[in-house]
């Protein structure tokens, strides 16, 4: 029996539902039997030709196109067979199960979730990371994501890695020559520049984790939840955000008692915002399960708009209830206070007492989400958030937010030089910086610690080549690969 890497595969290719148009696609050593059972005639390689697609009994399922892409020039690297019908769900499936009949003596099966493109990966028609940049295209939520993606798609990533890689192979072979001859050891490092060599490879790690850590950014944006105490405007500045009236606003206190999202962008970063119920005391029981599903999204957030009433602001008990939610924000997770209805005083408000709740939170994700990875309490930083003025109802003051929350996030405009990443990417890249720090600590000390040296060198090529796939397990590729979409 073929393994199930060598079986032959079909799926529709197309998103559920309807179209104009619909592929059914098929990938297998051999579809000669497919296309004699199904289409009009013999297809040119890579040429559509049109015509009825046959069912069993000769009668025509659909008209389309068909195209035969002779291995190895298609995109699984197999041979591969797409029929273009019409883009109806019924269709779609007759067809799909046309293929299935008339694949039965070869063993045809539907595809699984990636199937085609892990595949296309491992004939060598794309990399890992490229692969993957396939899956992140079609999941985009902004143009800019698209665009990284399709930088990392047509292969700037993985040229990256290989460029590190090569710098590393290069420092590898000196090294483990110098192991061959200890006694020049000390002396032949030294001419070779090992030193040089290795500072070289830090600083170009160091520029390509940053341009990773904005496209993992693009890839997964920034989940801000905004909260504070009920009426305070939370649903408007949601609102006002969004640039849509998506959440209910009115007079009354403990208005929202759901959890509201919305994904917004700035600067084609998303951000995944989130209206919470107002925290207070002694609400009733429907409010109370909306309070502790705001805590919920607090705990998981990447960013805390903690929302004051400026109107309110010199009030004692109204002081008092803020700085009890302020006690129980989460240490690690970046806090801005933001003041709202700047409108509704006048000029004379004396911003400078403002409370400065947020201080002792980390100012930015840098802090924040590196200590979350790691599963350990951050240390904070003392350095304390600006606080913002504005008004939800005039959107005075919101561009502060804005900029302020991409500032959170790590954001760098540049996003011409941004491929898309994974956090998936950005673990191995950080395990390459461990393993380099190592090694230039062995160099330092050399004659004792070259072995060491050369070890450290070898888990940081290990660590770079996860990225684009050349050195992986086999269950993360299962991993990778069962969260495409199916007929991908
Ligand atoms: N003047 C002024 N009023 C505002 C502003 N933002 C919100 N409001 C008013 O404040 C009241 C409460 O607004 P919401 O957005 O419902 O407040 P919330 O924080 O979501 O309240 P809950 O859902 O009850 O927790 C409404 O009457 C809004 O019109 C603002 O910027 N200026
Ligand atoms: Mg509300």
Not at 150 to 177: K, N, P, Q
Not at 330 to 352: E, Q, T
Request: aromatic share 4%.
């Amino acid at each position: 029996m073929l393994s199930r890497l060598d079986q032959p595969i079909a799926a529709i290719a197309t998103a559920p539902g309807r179209g104009a148009v619909g592929i059914v696609r098929v990938s297998a050593k051999d579809v000669s039997s497919i296309i004699a059972a199904i289409c009009p005639r013999d297809l040119p390689p890579r040429q559509a030709v049109y015509g009825p697609f046959r069912a069993a009994d000769g009668s025509a399922i659909d008209q389309g196109l068909a195209i035969h892409f002779p291995a190895p020039h298609s995109y699984t690297g197999e041979d591969v067979l797409e029929l273009q019908a019409h883009g109806g769900p019924v269709v779609l499936q007759l067809l799909l199960a046309r293929c299935l009949e008339a694949g039965a003596s070869i063993n045809l099966r539907v595809a699984e979730p990636g199937e085609f493109t892990q595949r296309a990966f491992l004939n060598g028609k794309l990399d890992l990371a490229q692969a993957e940049a396939i899956a992140d295209l079609i999941d985009a939520s902004t143009e800019a994501a698209a665009r990284s993606a399709t930088r990392s798609l047509a292969g700037e990533f993985s040229r990256e890695i290989h460029a590190l890689r090569d710098a590393l192979i290069d420092l590898r072979m000196l090294v483990e020559a110098t192991l061959d001859f200890p006694e020049e050891e000390i002396d032949f490092l030294q001419k070779a520049d090992a030193q040089g060599q290795l500072e070289r490879l830090q600083s170009h790690l160091a520029r390509v984790m940053q341009r990773a850590h904005q496209g993992a950014l693009l890839r997964e944006g920034l989940h801000v939840v905004i909260a504070g105490q009920p009426n305070a405007g939370k649903s408007s500045l949601l609102n006002a955000l969004a640039g849509a009236e998506l959440a209910i606003v009115t007079p009354i206190a403990g208005t929202t008692r759901d959890v509201v999202r919305q994904t917004i962008q700035i600067e084609g970063v998303p951000l995944h915002v989130v209206d919470t119920a107002g925290l207070r005391e002694g609400a009733d029981q429907v409010e109370q399960i909306g309070i502790e599903r705001a805590w919920g999204q607090i705990e998981k957030a990447d960013a805390v708009v903690f929302l004051h009433d400026l109107t309110r602001a010199d009030s004692a008990d109204y002081q008092a209830a803020d700085a009890a939610i302020a006690a129980k924000l989460p240490v690690d997770v970046p806090v801005i206070d933001v003041w709202n209805k700047a409108d509704a005083v006048d000029g004379g408000v004396r911003f400078a007492h403002l409370p400065r709740l947020a201080a002792g939170h980390p100012t930015s994700d840098a802090t924040g989400r590196v200590a979350r990875d790691a599963g350990t309490v951050s240390e904070a930083n003392p350095t304390d958030a600006p606080s913002i003025t504005l008004s939800a109802r005039t959107g005075d003051g919101l561009d502060k937010l804005r900029k302020h929350l991409l500032e959170i996030a790590g954001w760098q405009a540049a996003p011409e030089g941004v491929f898309i990443a994974r956090e998936r990417h950005l673990h191995a890249l950080r395990r390459v910086d461990a393993h380099l720090m190592e090694a230039a600590a062995h160099l330092a000390r050399q004659a004792q610690a070259l072995d060491l040296l050369a070890e450290e060198l070898r888990l940081a090529q290990n660590a770079l080549s996860e990225i684009t796939g050349e050195f992986s397990a086999d269950d993360l590729l299962g991993v990778i690969f069962s969260r495409f979409c199916i007929g991908k």
